[in-house]
């Protein structure tokens, strides 16, 4: 196994992850199978328990494993499937080594962090570095790391400690550091200043680590004295200082790294120029370059709880993103907050109340994405309400979908205190109930985790054609709540329809409104799969129905062509 490790330096933000990901693209552009492995250094075990306001949305995996949104990235950009264990963090890695002691593994040694911790991080990279994400049998042939955080922090110490072991024990011809750090420009003159980068690479090398490559960050690109002083006091030849400055868009930075021959400094130092070919990014060339040239747009209303950070919704963003473009349209996104809707709002905060009721009347289609917790239902339920009133294409994930039945419920069944019972246990009329796969009574995790199959119950719904006439899908799930099964009948009889379920029939995975031109709810969140160049179905069929394009796709595309 060749590794790559990606370290990041000065400071926080500064794209590690994207960069990590561009560098696993050039790499499988030259005909190498590539993984991943996401060093989070913090103590949660996994992401599962953090704010999307702090952190971010919680990417889900196939197995259930709730991790970092870097792993989103990863599984984008090189269209692999990767399992929990590919994102390590500290409490993993501690949890697992208490584990040991209790069982008395230790033989009464003192346990430590070095070795005990550090060994754990090196076995523990060995194994996942191995295990197949892209189909394939037998392992891949490079595995990128990632180490969150910048070098120096206490808590990434360990990590680095192990990661100096393992390049010293897979020998150099197997392992390239990449230290991504930032340029930046002081001043009226402009100069670009090159001492925080050194000082982080003299932070590094005193740990045990030199660096390999540069991938120096910066607003325009590096001037070549900057790159010669970085050269001489930071050891790293020339050739190997590449410059990631700004572009238009992220798709670029693959292309950014071929064009500086990148993969020729990394397969040079891991050994395998003798067996990659020159790198193919045609398509990747052309979908950066698309997206550069898009003319029009369309205007998406997301109605959700955490719209003061883009990234709370990232996977969601990025799956609306690759539907606009395989409709050659730009996404124009509004973010609505659900709270702004609400009635409340219009006495506390009137001017929010108007702004957000204009901006989704002007929207072409809705989206009210997953979230937790009551804050905001009553706007998303008025969301929903508008659009299936006003024929506006609707797409609801997961709480976007619980929040259309409790909708429906109040307003076509006349239920005016129908609700979940997550957000009212007393409700005389819970449409939404709690569903744990497990038991109802026993502790620990409850949630309905990772890939589960919807069976389509008719070939004759909007999805199932979307699916290209699947029978099935499989999909991500993160959710405790699900449709109350008793509430089904009236439902449906009232013009709701529950076109897919799981294969015990008990759980409704997909809704849609048979009278509506697009009105769809999913209890699965279809954003975790979505890849650039293969747009989720659902996501594609929102887009061409805002665009009023839906029906001539269907039927060019009815026989699954
Ligand atoms: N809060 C809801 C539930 O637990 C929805 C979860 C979600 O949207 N991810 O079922």
Redesign the pocket.
Known sequence: MKYVLVTGGVVSGLGKGVTASSVGVVLKACGLRVTSIKIDPYLNTDAGTMSPFEHGEVFVLDDGGEVDLDLGNYERFLDVRLTKNNNITTGKIYQSVLEKERKGDYLGKTVQVVPHITDAIKNWIESVAVIPVDGKEGPADVCVIELGGTVGDIESMPFIEALRQLSFSVGPDNFCLIHVSLIPVLGVVGEQKTKPTQHSVRELRALGLTPHLLACRSAQPLLENTKEKLSQFCHVPIGNILNIHDVPNIWHVPLLLRNQNAHHSILKQLNLLSIAAPPNLQAWTKRAETYDNLKNSVRIAMVGKYVGLADSYLSVVKALLHACIACSLKPSIDWIAASDLEDESAKLTPKDHAAAWETLRNAECVLV?????DRGVGGMILAAKYARENNIPYLG????M?ISVIEFARSVLGLKRAN?N?FDSETPNPV?IFMPEGSRTHMGST?RLGSRRTLFQTPDCVTSKLYRNAEYVDERH?????VNPEAIGVLEEAGLKFVGKDETGKRMEILELPSHPFYVGVQF?PEFKSRPGRPSALFLGLILAATKQLEAYLNTHQNGC
Do not use: A, D, N, T
């Not at 994405?369 to 917790?373: A, D, I, K, S």
């Not at 994930?397 to 976007?400: D, E, F, K, M, R």
């Open positions: 994405p997953g979230g937790f917790g994930i997961c709480l976007g619980q979940s997550e939404v949630m993160r959710h405790r709540y699900e969140h």
